[in-house]
């Protein structure tokens, strides 16, 4: 509050507030010295209800946090944001971490004797990171096809859970070898392949698609992009094990005069050194077949066959940690 902008507050006896306040007491009756404390104090009260109770609040936790020390850390390894949760469980009561990602650094306000303690756990945690290579093998595949590798689909479409996942006990050259020995059938067909090196606990994208052609006016023709793109963010776990949090986006059409589909679907799971991941359109999985069972997260990316089959755009990733 501006109070140079006030008219002067006058106390019960009628002397200005500034004169109250540039006046020794000293010499002051008994009871003037009693109506100058009076007056402080019922000024004082009146202009902290003013305040809200949340700013009263923060009062009281900047003046819990009196003797607490605050620290800047820098991190040179790994995103400073992947730190927090890790940081948190070894606060005080009153601590805090916050990051700043623009210049990849922890604002620590801690205890001083708990202080050290925190940017040991952050050393630990700050270290250089291994590379894995991101596999992604865009499949359109029979319901057949995935039977045999161990994924059964349920009936309908719609978007998978996460909720689902199976782990395939083994890599990616079964699939591989399996994909090869059906596409001559027609049960199983590599559209495309793509690979990215990329750091751990870093994002990985990937893009696949094609251009479809649309019939313009006048004879000409048009395209339109239909695109399937990929993201994951792998985290290497103990035991030689990743951790991969999965994004997708797929646009689909069986006719591109009526528009396209569009489908995403998002999950993490954990597997091993070189396993796959397989994304394609299902409700629910289960493991079924005589083959692998695959991880599977569901999204709508399925067409009809002519007899009553059904092909499916499924997405085989897979993760491996490079030396």
Not at 6 to 26: E, I, Q
Not at 51 to 65: D, H, K, L, T
Not at 210 to 222: F, M, V
Not at 266 to 288: L, P, R
Request: glycine fraction near 10%; hydrophobic fraction near 40%.
């Amino acid at each position: 509050m501006d109070w140079s902008s006030k008219p002067a507050l006058t106390c019960v006896w009628g002397h200005r507030m500034s004169d109250t306040m540039n006046t020794s007491p000293k010499g002051f009756s008994p009871m003037r010295q009693v109506m100058v404390v009076v007056c402080f104090w019922l000024v004082s009260a009146m202009v902290f209800s003013t305040v809200p109770a949340s700013a009263q609040e923060g009062y009281a936790e900047i003046a819990a946090r009196q003797g607490m020390a605050t620290e800047i850390i820098e991190v040179s390894w790994v995103p400073a944001e992947s730190l927090v949760d890790l940081v948190e469980p070894f606060l005080t009561e009153h601590g805090s971490v916050v990051a700043d990602p623009g210049s990849n650094m922890l604002i620590v306000v801690e205890t001083p004797g708990n202080m050290s303690q925190i940017r040991n756990v952050i050393a630990q945690f700050d270290r250089p990171q291994p590379q894995v290579r991101i596999q992604a093998r865009l499949v359109k595949a029979s319901e057949n096809f995935l039977n045999r590798l161990g994924v059964a689909w349920s009936s309908g479409q719609g978007f998978g859970n996460g909720n689902s996942l199976v782990v395939l006990n083994g890599d990616i050259q079964p699939v591989d070898a399996a994909i090869n020995a059906r596409s001559q059938s027609g049960h199983a067909q590599l559209e495309s392949t793509l690979n990215v090196t990329t750091l751990a606990l870093e994002r990985a994208e990937l893009a696949m698609g094609s251009s479809l052609p649309i019939p313009g006016g006048h004879g000409a023709t048009d395209y339109r992009d239909v695109v399937v793109a990929l993201a994951v963010t792998p985290r290497v776990m103990p035991g030689n094990r990743l951790r991969l949090a999965v994004e997708v986006r797929g646009e689909t059409t069986s006719n591109p005069l009526q528009g396209i589909d569009i489908s995403s679907a998002s999950t993490v799971v954990e597997v091993a050194n070189g396993q796959a991941v397989a994304i394609g359109s299902a409700d629910t999985v289960t493991s079924g077949g005589s083959g692998q069972n695959v991880p599977l997260l569901g999204y709508g990316f399925t067409e009809r066959q002519a007899g009553g089959g059904r092909r499916s755009l499924v997405i085989f990733v897979s993760a491996e940690i490079l030396d």
